[in-house]
Nanobody, 114 residues
């Protein structure tokens, strides 16, 4: 059984930074992709960033170079460094892992005030 627990969210002002972390337990070594989605009010869930088992990263178009995803295989964490945050980045950020099925964390709130 895989469990994902997010941390690091909170309230910041526009232009500031946050670092989200997703702690994974269970057999995630066979995960072929892990990453982050977000759910913003009135919008569909959208991909923020993902990283494959081979280290290939991809980002949502709205990221525009502001975010960086990384994976620590020893600590079993997926981190998302978010810089130059905007008010439209406000939402619930969810960690996920794709193995033979998709596992999700419970999500963590990120609020960016303008």
């Amino acid at each position: 059984q895989v469990q994902l627990v997010e941390s690091g969210g909170g309230l910041v002002h526009a232009g500031e930074s946050l670092r989200l972390s997703c702690a994974a337990s269970g057999d995630i070594n066979s995960a072929y992709a892990m990453g982050w989605y977000r759910q913003s009010p009135g919008k569909q869930r959208e991909l923020v960033a993902r990283i494959t088992s081979g280290g290939v990263t991809s980002y949502g178009d709205f990221v525009e170079g502001r975010f960086t995803i990384s994976r620590d295989a020893v600590k079993n964490t997926i981190d998302l460094q978010m810089n130059s945050l905007k008010s439209e980045d406000t939402g619930v950020y969810l960690c996920y892992a794709m193995i033979y099925t998709t596992y999700w964390g419970r999500g963590i709130q990120v609020t960016v005030s303008s």
